[in-house]
């Protein structure tokens, strides 16, 4: 049986930690699509912890995937 990872994958890190040139060598992959650009989502995320409270639930995973 193969099992084949479907995402959403994150590359983070720190500044100058190699996080874009990690996402630029898989993004040679020819099966690999991405979008390498930076975000706030994160932080945002961190400052607004109501948000992303309780992800084990499923409906709340849902709300936050969407």
Do not use: C
């Not at 100058?16 to 060598?25: E, N, P």
């Not at 040679?28 to 992800?55: C, G, M, W």
């Amino acid at each position: 049986m193969t099992n084949i990872f479907r995402g959403p994958f994150f590359i983070i890190g720190k500044p100058r930690s190699g996080t874009k040139l990690l996402a630029m060598i898989l993004g040679q992959h020819p099966d690999i699509a991405l979008e390498v650009s930076e975000t706030q989502f994160i932080p945002y995320y961190l400052k607004n912890r109501k948000l992303i409270e309780n992800l084990h639930v499923k409906e709340n995973l849902i709300k936050f995937y969407n």
